[in-house]
Structure formats: C-alpha cells, structure tokens
Nanobody
C-alpha cells in the first residue's frame, strides 16, 4: 500500500558530503513524520533525524551541526543532507514514515513503514 525508496548512498571520504532521498508512494492520505535511522554492523538501529509535516526537526547528538533533514510534502519526499562525514557515520541508512493511507475504503495509519535502506560508507 505504501512504499518508501531511499537513494543517494555511496562511498565518500571523511569530511565529504552525501545527500540521501526517501520517496514515499502508494495510496497515501497523509504523512505526519518522516525519519532517518541508521544501523552499523554489530550495533542497534538508532534515530539520526526526524521531521514533522510542519517542519519541526530533531537530531541525534552525534550528527547535530553536520546533518540536515528536510522534506517536500508535495512530493512525499524526505532528504538527509550529510556533511563533514566521519568514518563512524558508516551504516545502512533507512527511512521511516508515519503514514495514513487508503486500504479497501478505509484509512489505515502505520508507524512501521520502512524503506529497504541505503549503504553509506565513509573512508578515513
């Protein structure tokens, strides 16, 4: 019913930048919040940044001042601009959305809508 597709990952040297995109598609009625999470090998998944439909944001302390989350509500798209990347930023980055969508004539709300993830590797 709803799909999230991330793009923009890759390999970058320390100090470099990347911009991730997450596009939501399907029978979407509304998206309240969108967030970026990451999971490094052997570590738990952690919230990197989140943004509400009104534009309020929050960030993990480890990325404050380096990463910026934004969204285009008309395009159901969220972005994560990552700058001054460090090797410890290496992880699979996944997009999450708090979505209300149409299903069989009803509105359904889910907080468990995830993309497939995109790998970000920062070399030292």
């Amino acid at each position: 019913q709803v799909q999230l597709v991330e793009s923009g990952g890759g390999v970058v040297q320390a100090g470099g930048s990347l911009r991730l995109s997450c596009v939501a598609s399907g029978s979407i009625f509304s998206i309240k919040a969108m967030g970026w999470y990451r999971q490094a090998p052997g570590k738990q998944r952690e919230l990197v940044a989140a943004i509400t439909s009104g534009g309020s944001t929050n960030y993990a302390d480890s990325v404050k001042g380096r990463f910026t989350i934004s969204r285009d509500n008309a395009k159901n798209t969220a972005y994560l601009q990552m700058s001054s990347l460090k090797p410890e930023d290496t992880a699979v980055y996944s997009c999450n959305a708090d979505v209300t969508y149409y299903k069989s004539g009803y509105y359904v709300t889910t907080h468990d809508c995830w993309g497939q993830g995109t790998q970000v590797t920062v070399s030292s």
